[in-house]
């Protein structure tokens, strides 16, 4: 059984930052393409990032850009995100996700983290 597990989420000011890790468990060579998602309250949830196996591809929402890092190391089986600059409407619930699904972008995220809560006060 496949099992993400994210840490690393916690209560930062503004311009803070924090790294998130996510560790894959249940899959002896991981899973293809990683990504972060994130849902404020009231808000859809909505992708932060995502990196494929071999991490030549990433993407980052326009929102993030320039502020947030993604990187894997596929001999741990785990992703990370880097967060800097944090910014109050960083604020979420963090979910790691990842997929078996070698497109890019994938078409879809098969396995999902209960998630790490981000707060960035102002």
């Known amino acids: 059984q496949v099992q993400l597990v994210e840490s690393g989420g916690g209560l930062v000011p503004t311009g803070g930052s924090l790294k998130l890790s996510c560790i894959v468990s249940?899959?002896?060579?991981?899973?293809?393409?990683m990504g972060w998602f994130r849902q404020a309250p009231g808000k859809e949830r909505e992708i932060v990032s995502r990196?494929?196996?071999?991490?030549?591809?990433?993407h980052f929402a326009d929102s993030v850009r320039g502020r947030f890092t993604i990187s894997r190391d596929n001999t741990r089986n785990t992703a990370y995100l880097q967060m800097d600059s944090l910014k109050p409407e960083d604020t979420a619930l963090y979910y790691c996700?990842?997929?078996?699904?070698?497109?890019?972008?994938?078409?879809?995220?098969?396995?999902w983290g209960q998630g790490t809560q981000v707060t960035v006060s102002s």
């Open positions: 249940g899959r002896r060579l991981g899973l293809y393409t």
């Open positions: 990196i494929n196996w071999g991490g030549d591809k990433r």
């Open positions: 996700a990842g997929t078996d699904d070698s497109t890019w972008p994938p078409n879809e995220f098969h396995y």
